[in-house]
């Protein structure tokens, strides 16, 4: 009630970084890291329409430099 007096809206703020989470990382990490079930971090990642194969990609890459630019 305080937090909303003074123009605070904590469930719109959760809602955006989930949803930017969701966008940026597979759902494996996003429900390993916050702790909520797979089914939950799919759902998300599909309505933020979150393409986890370019982060598989970044990581690949981080992990085996000779593959840069494939």
Same mark, same amino acid.
Do not use: N
């Given at each position: 009630m305080r937090l909303h #007096?003074?123009?605070?809206r904590p469930k719109q703020d959760r809602s955006?970084? @989930?949803f930017t989470l969701a966008?940026? @990382?597979?759902a494996a990490i996003l429900a390993r890291? @916050?702790?909520i079930h797979?089914?939950?971090a799919v759902q998300w990642q599909?309505? %933020?329409a979150g393409d986890w194969a370019a982060y598989a990609?970044?990581?690949s890459r981080r992990n085996n430099? %000779? #593959?840069s630019g494939a």
């Open positions: #007096r003074i123009g605070i955006t970084a @989930l966008a940026e @990382l597979p890291m @916050l702790g797979i089914q939950v599909k309505a %933020s990609a970044d990581v430099p %000779s #593959r």
